[in-house]
């Protein structure tokens, strides 16, 4: 059975013929097609064209198609949230009124809450009761376009817990319509246990959690938390190169709170993405231009935790590839809105609507290394399409603060 969308006001299939991340005039080019058309079939992107050409061209396939007319519409593909940490359990609503009281986030984390806080309560959730947890949010992310998830680990600290964020993100990606990407982040925070021994956790780390989660095949991707007082450069880098070797590609929250080295690391490791961003030196936006790593930006956690968000603006005319993310997690930013991060990517980090629109969808698909299946509306991708409320990505970008999603297809399937 074959689907046909005709009629699309404004179809932007960020369709550019290449496989790698975009970077500076190629984060404009959207591959718009006005009056555009789009045809499903089994899952599949058949075919791309305007309504006419796909008319004259599918004239037998159309007979016993399935229609939807979208005249006054904008289509694009699925948004990719690409830096998430989902599977967690409880909540902190008492540490937002902390901190607008004037605490400030690392405070609160040095002083056994925050990451801490939120590991206690995973370690004490069961593995139904996060998947209930998380399948809560994952719902709320497909009712914002979203049709692809990364999701880290990180608040285990220890090997039984973080397996058991990983298996509960494995067993969703059976069973939910998002597709999920694992992230194992046992470097998260330093636990109270090892505080003053933050080299021995690392041992932990790469003796006893890095093997079981690479032999068990639970993640894709090993991420740090490389900050002053968290994990500095050179424990982040014995944890990702470990990491890499059995074939854990390297990711970095890198610069968040100070300027640490952190985008010279993920260089520097051959990292796919660094994260965050926020204090990045000029030497690292160089380093990382060069060794194409990109830059993962969260405008909503700047927000969140009142801060300057990160320079996303020089970061393109430098030219690194920029995706962004919600980074939705309990504390820094509980959100799952990527049309609000691509609002705020134009707001506060000064990008055009076109570039935020490509950062949400095919940049962040590289950043998870998903740039072949999804991120884009071509012939064989998956059929991952958000219809939207607005007749253009302009509008979407301008009318902030609002889900303009109409419908939702996962893999060809309407699912809102
Ligand atoms: O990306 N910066 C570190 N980790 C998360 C926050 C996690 C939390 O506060 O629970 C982040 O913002
Ligand atoms: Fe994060």
Known sequence: MRTFIKHISQLATL????DTARKKQEMSNLGIIEDGALLLKDGIIEAVGTTEQLRQQYEKELQDAIVFNAAGKLVTPGLVDPHTHIAYGGSREQEFEMRLQGKSYMDIMNAGGGIHATMRMTREA???QLIEQTTKRLDAFLKHGVTTVEGKSGYGMELETELKQLR?????QQTHAIDLVPTFMGAHAVPAEYKGREDAFVDYIIEEMLPVVATEKLAEFNDVFCEKNVYTPEQSERILVAGKKIGLTPKIHADEIVSYGGAELAAKVGAISAEHLLKVSDEGIRAMAKAGVIACLLPATALYLREQAADGRKMIDEGVAVAISTDCNPGSSPTVSMPLVMNLACISMRLTPAEALTAATFNAACAINRQHLVGSLEVGKQADIVMWHVASY??????????????VWKKGKKVI
């Open 15 to 18: 369709a550019q013929g290449s």
């Open 394 to 407: 302009q509008e979407l970008q301008y009318l902030f603060g609002v889900n303009h999603v109409q419908s």
């Open 126 to 128: 069961t593995e139904e």
């Open 168 to 172: 509960v993100m494995q067993k969703l």
